[in-house]
């Protein structure tokens, strides 16, 4: 293991989901009076303390698990950035994470500036710095002087949920410096603590006042009439409204998304009920529950994966982040498949209760031969009502425990977070262009578990990135062609079968009335009371088998399916082509691939949820 990087065991929390406040800083080399910058910075962060503090004594704390805190992340160069970071440890606000662009090829040793263009004080000792900290090696990933600190800034203001500037006021001579972080954070819409040279009172920018304006570029000109006095409570608004999950709505009603998010957090499918409820479940999951997969192994074939997961790199899997976002990964995968089983058991279930029911109250035809008062007729009935009563509870349950809204919940949390653990290796995630309040409670909480992860440790250098992004890319993109192929295969599969059935059921019953037709039309001899008894038994019951497959496609769209994963494997498929070999491509390519990928992934789960929720559980007749 790298010896620079934090060991994950000694900084893994134990918490589940915290709420966790990136303030990022970015500032000047060059201070003319530092006891006004040491003064200023030390009043801003004053506030900044004081509206983390209004935050947490909210109550929408409910719906975060861990102890709150706040982290610093800084560029550690020269002048403001170390001004700042010498005040936030003196205020005890949290740790500070800085980042290093610069690593020099001979000894290791971290830079704030190119090796060789700095003065001794760019020279920067990661060891002596507490807590986490991430370096680039820009050299090494083929980026120029200036792409190296625009680099710092990007990675600023894609993990920062607030933005402290230090700015005076005139247009970015080029990238890297303090006013291209600034234009990034402004065109992402942070909010933003600007603190100008020479002047007393910092300014608060509110994201949603820059909307009057073409573009950053545009508001930065008219800053200052854009800006308002900075105040805790009007911070502590700005912050809510990304911070904290979708809550109660203007006029007081439940919020949709707050509702399905407590309904979420209350019924948990994978923890086990105290006895004897615990032990139904058991047997439930291991029968009923289990009548969908069975079903689909029979009618959409085995369809083993043909690239079987490989373990991660050593370096990544050591990461504390990291293995955060992958046990939250793994638990919402764990989750969607459950509630998947779950629900899609109970509708096949429905449609072959309403199949028998129709057989059995056809049953006493054939046995009594029609007859009006026949012993079979109430014991068919018995059975009838029995069944019934089973579809009665069976949906009714579903309804109450609202399995279809959480599955579809469930499914697209765990893809977002797969999406999330594939971007996080690289620095980025499919949110950090637009820090826009969250739309649903599922986007919420995907993202307070990506800023639990924090940033990645230690440096990254071309031999890691090849090692991540390899990896990333077989994980995420070879994962979803090999997904979509198999998915692709079974729903084809599936789609045959049911239209087997239905098929078979129709030239059952078309064949049954033409024989007894013909029978009828030459005078056959007395036909003995069954045969008639079978007609009309199979008259009740083709027709519910065919009724039985239309609802089976229609509330699972078995041919639409293999369409869609067709088309999206060959997505995929173009991604990997474009990416080409890892090792030969560029830094920002590599980045660019794989966030395509993982937005893909996630606007697939939108489209399917939208699918869902349009296909509701149907009881049946």
Known sequence: MDPNLISAAATAPEDRLPLVMTVGFTGHRAVEDMAAAERAIGEA???????????????????????????????????????????????????????????????GAAYTDLPGLGGEDTRVEP?????????????SLGLERNQGHAEVGRLIVRHADLLLCWWNGQPPPGPGGAGDTL??????????????????????????????????????????????????????????????????????????????????????????????????????????WRFFRSFQLIAGGMQ???????????????????????????????????????????????????????????????????KALGSSHALAAEVEFALGVGAFFLAAAAARHHR???????????????????????????????????????????????????????????????????????????GQIDYHARQHRIAENIERFVRRIESAAFAVLMLTLLTYLLMYWIGWPPLPHWVGGFVTLVSAVSPAVGAGCLALEATNGFGELALHSERLEVEFEDMRARLGPVDKASYHHIQSIIRRAAVLVVEDADAWRDRVLRRRIVRGG
């Open 45 to 107: 962060l004053v506030v900044v303390g004081e509206a983390f503090a209004k935050l947490i004594r909210t109550s929408h704390m409910a719906a975060f698990d861990g102890a709150p805190r706040m982290q610093l992340i800084v560029g550690a160069a020269p002048g403001t950035d170390r001004i700042i970071a010498a005040a936030w440890r003196a205020a005890e606000l949290g740790p500070v994470h800085p980042i290093f662009p610069f690593r020099d090829a001979v000894t």
């Open 404 to 478: 279809h809204r959480r599955w579809s919940d469930a499914r697209r949390l765990a893809e977002r977070l797969r999406a999330a653990t594939a971007t996080w290796p690289l620095g980025m995630d499919i949110a950090d262009a637009h820090a826009q309040p969250p739309p649903s409670w599922t986007e919420w909480r995907a993202r307070a578990v990506v800023r639990a992860a924090g940033l990645p440790l230690g440096w990254i250098d071309r031999p890691r990135l090849d090692a991540d992004a390899t990896w990333l890319a077989r994980q995420l993109i070879g």
């Open 127 to 139: 060891v002596a710095q507490s807590g986490g900290w991430t370096g680039l090696d820009s050299v």
């Open 304 to 370: 083993p994966p043909t690239d079987p997961d490989a373990p991660p790199p050593a370096l990544l899997a050591s990461q504390s982040g990291f293995r955060r976002l992958q046990a939250a990964t793994d638990e919402a995968i764990a989750r969607a498949n459950h509630l998947s089983s779950v629900h899609r058991s109970e509708q096949l279930l429905l449609i072959v209760i309403a199949i028998a029911a129709v057989f059995v109250g056809a049953l006493p035809a054939l046995v009594d031969g029609g």
């Open 183 to 288: 234009r990034r954070a402004l065109e992402r819409g942070l909010p933003v603590i600007w603190l100008k040279p020479g002047e007393t009172r910092p300014h608060l920018v509110d994201p949603a006042r820059l909307r009057q304006h073409a573009d950053a570029a545009e508001a930065m000109v008219q800053l200052e009439t854009i800006a308002e006095p900075l105040s805790a409570d009007r911070l502590a608004d700005l912050l809510a409204g990304v911070l904290v999950p979708p809550a109660t709505s203007d006029g007081g009603s439940p919020h949709s998304e707050s509702s399905a998010r407590t309904d979420y957090a209350t019924v948990d499918p994978l923890k086990r009920m105290p006895q004897p409820i615990g032990a139904l479940q058991a047997v439930l999951d291991r029968t009923l």
